[in-house]
């Protein structure tokens, strides 16, 4: 969420893109599931995200009015604007720690998904705001919740290198195997984008570096094709198969580039 650079309609949220790289085989499913229909709407601010004066209040950070307007009607704290966002999505998005905390206070609901399957805690995540999903947690936030494209909190922190965020979501039940509509975990999305100290995350907390996508590649298969050096001698210590197959018959030593795939093989041979 945030203020949109329409890339498609909801590209953007909270300066974090919808669609998220995992790999050069999947950036074009992905940005394709990030595109929506552009949406235009009337506004009661200039310059708003939202049809809610109330949402654009907790985005703009205007804590006093919020408090004013809601104080004044408080279904105004639970009331969902053109895209099912409360103001909790957007206090969430743009980071407003103290806005998130008045509206917890109140007692708002903290598992409510906008109209593409968003829970704040995926916003908090994806946008890097600790604090926030800190708060959110402590309010009882489904840590595993999944949004219309499959994905968890864990997938976009994993994604966009949030090392206290994911830590903070698998100390707090966050399956670290969870897969989205492609199968995907979020130790593909590590190793696709070369997040190597995600990767010691993932692995402390015992993900699998074996699970196939959709398309048949583990995270190695994505690490190798990206050339990750340190990320793929990282996955095959730790177990990941030199020998598994994509669905083109190629093993991640196949797709690998350069002189990675003899590394590789060096590590696990001799």
Partial sequence: MGKEAKEGGRSMIGGAPLALVIGSRSRGREAALGRASRRSWGSEMEGSVSNLMVCNLAY??????LKECILADKSLATRTDQDSRTALHWACSAGHTEI????????VPVNDKDDAG??????????GRDEIVKALLGKGAQVNAVNQNGCTPLHYAASKNRHEIAVMLLEGGANPDAKDHYEATAMHRAAA????????ILLY????????????????HLACDEERVEEAKLLVSHGASIYIENKEEKTPLQVAKGGLGLILKRLVEG
């Fill in 60 to 65: 703009s950070g205007k804590l006093e009015e």
């Fill in 100 to 107: 998130v905390e008045f509206l917890l206070q109140l007692g």
């Fill in 118 to 127: 968003w829970s704040p805690l995926h916003i908090a995540a994806s946008a």
């Fill in 193 to 200: 984008k070369g997040n190597l100290k995600m990767i010691h």
């Fill in 205 to 220: 907390y015992k993900a699998s570096t074996n699970i196939q996508d959709t398309e048949g590649n583990t995270p190695l």
